[in-house]
């Protein structure tokens, strides 16, 4: 430890500690622009600059370590005369946009002078204007506002892996340009926006949408992905406005991925409103209670076998229970909350999940990728692999598809086949695996979705077998996946998997499919089976549906998700369901009434209460429950499929029902993957 002297107070800090966080740590308000926490330190905006004894010169305290004995002021007058002449010298160039600037309200400079600025100006100079730069869909630029923070430099080369931003010139003249003039290609593009302390960078979709003091701000759950991304939604009225990112170290830092921040205009698109029921071949709008009695008309002439039920990939777990409760009540064992018939072992919750927490990623130490691109599938996860690197040169290891991702790695083939050579000792990344101390293993959910899945996991543990630090983890891209299996939406006994349920309704053996929020099922797997379509899309599967039952999106209920690393989370309803929709659990409690086998749930406590008593998971939101490892099951006369391993995403911006109807994420596929510039560039 370190005693030094802040504002006349002795203290302590460990060595190494600079004067900023010294500050920081004692509730001391040091104003900076470069700094931020969780990038490397700049130390060129000199606005954090303090009075250390001994010194002629205020020095800048994010740069300089605190040393023994050191004495430190940060409010003398020297110190409030340096910080008045930095913000009058940025205010010589920086325009007077703060009425029309949507960073107006959140703006650091606009902070800052009026608590450390002077009352006015004593230059004359005629103000510099910068070209703006085309950055993409998801970034708008007015870069004569820019202060040359290089936040967002940083960001791109430490964070984010895509350095595509430098800065060019010197003093005046130095600008911050994008260095292949084509749209930012990094999927976290969208924080650059966060950590832009000025309106350089600022969201393009939301631009003059409104100013920060409007918005009922909400606690919501991500779901794009399978990481549960901690999020604020920004409402009025009845409309979604803007999604941020919330802090939660154990998950998400305080980064969000692009399709998370920026997708949520699909939510305004081809939405469901009321229930409709299918008279004469023709989708005719109804009341409830008309869109229950052909459901139950149907449901009275079948046997338990012949019905089933399907959830998709936004389903919560309080549905999913429901339905499931009500499907045990009509007798009928096939439903499976795997819409992509996913060969995936659930007899053991550490099966299914990732054992090593998000937040430990980034102190593996190697790591093999099987069947996965992090970089698509879970961008802050990418992200906490980039900095296992940065921090502790992790070594990688990819079976699979080649790609970039953002952090040297060494690829050993796309064949399954690939997957044996490392159970030779003499491999070369088998030596690795031997000698590393925290070793993880990541399976894509792509995985399991193929025929060969079981002769995989069979070469697997035998991996686990050779290597026992090496850790197991299963990377879902579904956010309802974990937690469908966690309630038991899975095949119950003598039950049908998802792919045998569609074989089924073609044969004709299941004449009654029930799809919940399963929408990435093609109508001609249904064949002639009656189809209720419960979701908030009118996509394929609606249209397909003879009843359809107009459930509520992600931001418009109170609902509990589970996370790939087994974490139960509840998300708040942030603004109402369009028209007639419903809560989803509340859907499935009121068919139960119609059907005559009614469920007892009346209050989102009652069906909560019920998930705690289904799983240990739901006693404990927001934290993890240790699972205990058990050997993977073994399946005998398994054999490699010849199909090379491929990602399960391929493009990252169309990945389920709310993206598909955004025109925002059609606007980056057009621009960032094809590289179609629109004709106006920013």
């Known amino acids: ?179 292949l003039d084509t749209a930012i290609q990094s999927e976290l593009s969208g924080n650059m926006i966060d950590i832009c302390p000025v309106g350089a960078l600022t969201d393009k979709p939301f ?169 698509h599938e879970a961008p802050l996860l990418n992200a906490r692999l980039r900095k296992a690197y940065r921090n502790h040169q992790t070594t990688f290891g990819l079976v699979g598809q080649a790609v970039d991702l953002t952090y040297p790695y060494e690829f050993m083939g796309n064949q399954p086949e690939s997957l044996t050579a490392l159970l030779d000792a003499s491999h070369p990344f088998t030596q690795r695996l031997a000698t590393a101390k925290k070793p993880v293993v990541i399976l894509g959910q792509a995985v399991f979705t193929r025929p060969d899945a079981p002769a995989l996991l069979n070469t697997i543990q035998k991996l686990f077998e050779l290597y026992p630090l090496l850790e197991y983890n299963v990377l879902h891209t579904a956010a309802s996946r974990v937690g469908g299996v966690d309630v038991g939406f899975v095949p119950q006994r003598n039950g049908l998997n998802s792919r045998e349920i569609l074989a089924a309704c073609q044969s004709g053996e299941i004449k009654f499919l029930y799809l919940l929020g399963a929408d990435d099922i093609a109508p001609t797997q249904l064949g002639q089976a009656f189809v209720v379509y419960q979701g908030h899309h009118g996509d394929a599967a609606a249209a397909r549906a003879d009843v359809i039952l107009p459930g509520c999106a992600y931001t418009e209920k109170t609902a509990t998700y589970v996370n790939t690393e087994g974490r139960a989370q509840r998300s708040h309803q942030a603004v109402p369901p369009p028209g007639q929709a419903k809560e989803d659990w509340k859907i499935i409690t009121s068919l139960s009434h119609a059907l005559g086998k009614p469920l007892p749930y009346i209050t989102h406590a009652d069906v909560v209460q019920e998930l705690q008593n289904c799983h240990p998971t739901f006693q404990y939101l927001g934290t993890l429950v240790k699972n205990i490892w058990h050997p993977l099951p073994q399946t005998s006369k398994a054999s490699f499929d010849p199909t090379p391993l491929q990602p399960l995403i391929n493009n990252f911006y169309m990945t389920n029902i709310i993206t598909r109807h955004s025109p925002t994420m059609a606007a980056c596929v057009q621009e960032i993957i094809q590289g179609r510039k629109p004709d106006k560039t920013f």
């Open 1 to 179: 430890m370190t005693k030094i002297t802040l504002n006349n107070e002795p203290l302590e800090v460990e060595a190494g500690t600079t004067i900023f966080q010294a500050c920081q740590q004692q509730g001391l308000e040091v104003p900076h622009f470069c700094y931020h926490p969780k990038l490397s330190v700049a130390g060129n905006c000199r606005m954090c600059l303090v009075e250390v004894a001994g010194s002629p010169k205020p020095v800048a305290s994010c740069t300089m370590p605190v040393s023994e004995g050191m004495v430190i002021h940060t409010d003398t007058p020297m110190v409030e005369k340096s910080r008045q002449g930095v913000l009058e010298l940025l205010l010589i160039n920086h325009p007077l946009d703060c009425p029309v600037c949507d960073q107006g309200g959140e703006c650091d400079l606009q902070d800052l002078t009026m608590n450390y600025g002077r009352s006015h100006s004593r230059f004359e100079f005629e103000k510099r204007i910068v070209t703006d730069k085309y950055m993409g869909p998801l970034i708008k630029t007015v870069m004569t506002r820019c202060i040359q923070c290089t936040r967002c430099i940083r960001f791109a080369d430490e964070i984010a892996g895509v350095p595509e931003l430098i800065a060019i010139g010197r003093g005046e003249t130095m600008e911050i340009v994008n260095s």
């Open 207 to 375: 631009a003059f949408k409104g100013r920060s003091w409007e918005w009922t701000k909400t606690d919501v759950i991500d779901v794009m992905d399978a990481l549960g991304s901690h999020i604020q939604v920004h409402s009025r009225d009845r409309e979604v406005m803007r999604i941020l990112p919330r802090v939660c170290e154990d998950i998400n830092e305080e980064w969000l991925s692009d399709r998370s921040r920026f997708a949520y205009d699909g939510l305004k698109y081809q939405r469901l409103d009321t229930p409709y029921i299918r008279v004469d071949g023709q989708l005719q709008a109804c009341s409830w209670e008309s869109a229950f009695q052909p459901i139950a008309d149907r449901l009275e002439t079948l046997k338990g076998k012949e019905i089933a039920a399907l959830a998709g990939d936004l389903a919560d777990c309080e549905s999913m229970l429901a339905l499931k409760i009500l499907w045990q009540q009509l007798e009928s064992p096939h439903l499976d909350c795997r819409q992509d018939a996913t060969f995936l072992p659930h007899e053991h919750r550490s099966h299914y999940i990732l054992n090593t927490p998000i937040a430990d990623f980034e102190k593996a130490d190697c790591v093999l990728l099987i069947g996965t691109n992090p970089r």
